[in-house]
């Protein structure tokens, strides 16, 4: 049998990794950015477009790319409901699990 003794410590480092967030939570919950007006009508576009299919079975990497698609509509929904557009950028306040999204997918 393999030893899984790391994974003790993994869950131990969760556990952790939660309380931090916990104590982040109250002191960042949203920040504000300005988007360039393509990006934005983009994001504005995810939100609006209806998904009418059904979800099937699905790969771990067609999860993925479907739960990005998601972060991307929430992101577009924000800047419909609050953003401020300013020429040819808007400013709008992201909820930093967005910005995590955002960030992730371009990396």
């Given at each position: 049998m393999e030893?899984?003794?790391q994974y003790?410590?993994?869950?131990q480092d969760r556990a952790v990794l939660a309380a931090v967030g916990a104590c982040l939570d109250p002191q960042i919950s949203?920040?504000?950015?300005?988007?360039?007006r393509p990006?934005?009508?983009?994001?504005v576009a995810a939100w609006d477009r209806e998904?009418?299919?059904?979800?099937?079975?699905e790969s771990r990497e067609e999860y993925d790319l479907r739960?990005?698609?998601?972060?991307?509509?929430?992101?577009?929904?924000a800047?419909?409901?609050?953003?401020?557009?300013?020429?040819?950028e808007v400013v709008v306040d992201l909820d930093v699990a967005q910005i995590a999204?955002?960030?992730?997918?371009a990396r």
């Open positions: 030893d899984r003794e003790v410590r993994y869950q949203q920040i504000s950015v300005r988007l360039p990006v934005a009508e983009s994001a998904e009418l299919g059904r979800v099937g079975e739960d990005d698609a998601a972060e991307l509509a929430f992101i577009g929904l800047i419909t409901s609050s953003g401020v557009w300013d020429d040819e999204a955002a960030l992730r997918a």
